[in-house]
C-alpha cells in the first residue's frame, strides 16, 4: 500500500504519483505486500529532517530512509520517501522540466535507495 501524505497547499495528483510508484516497485520486483509512505513537505520541514538525519544544513529536494532491517509497528513498512516541494519546483525551473516529471525524477531516486539499502 502507498501512502501519499501532504499539505493541501501543494499541487499533488495523488492518483498519478501512486500509479507511478506501484509500476516502479512492479518493475523493481518488489512485492506488492510491503508499504511506502511518500511525504511532501516545505523547506522548513526538509531542513529540520537533513539537518537530523543528515547532518546538512539545507533542504534538500528528496530523502529516503528505509525500514526493512528495523523493527517498527508495521513490518511490511519499505521505508518512506520525503520531497520537499518547494525545491522540487524549483529543480524542475532549472532543468527545464515539468513539475510532475521531477516529482517522478525524485521519487524514482529516492525508491532506488531504499531498494538497494
Known sequence: MIHIITS??????????????????R????????????IFVGKT???????RYKKENVAL???SF???DEPTHD???LGEVFLCYPQVVLLA????????DMIDA?????IENLLKD
Open 106 to 110: 525524485m521519487i524514482k531516486h529516492g
Open 61 to 63: 529536494p528528496v530523502l
Open 75 to 77: 513490518d511490511r513498512l
Open 93 to 100: 525551473a532549472e532543468r527545464n522540466k515539468k513539475v510532475e
Open 8 to 25: 493541501s497547499r501543494y499541487k499533488i495528483n495523488r492518483k498519478r504519483i501512486v500509479t507511478y510508484i506501484e509500476e516502479l516497485l
Open 66 to 68: 528505509s525500514y526493512k
Open 27 to 38: 518493475t523493481n520486483e518488489v512485492s506488492s505486500n510491503f508499504h511506502l509512505n511518500c
Open 45 to 51: 520541514k526538509m531542513k529540520a529532517i537533513a539537518l
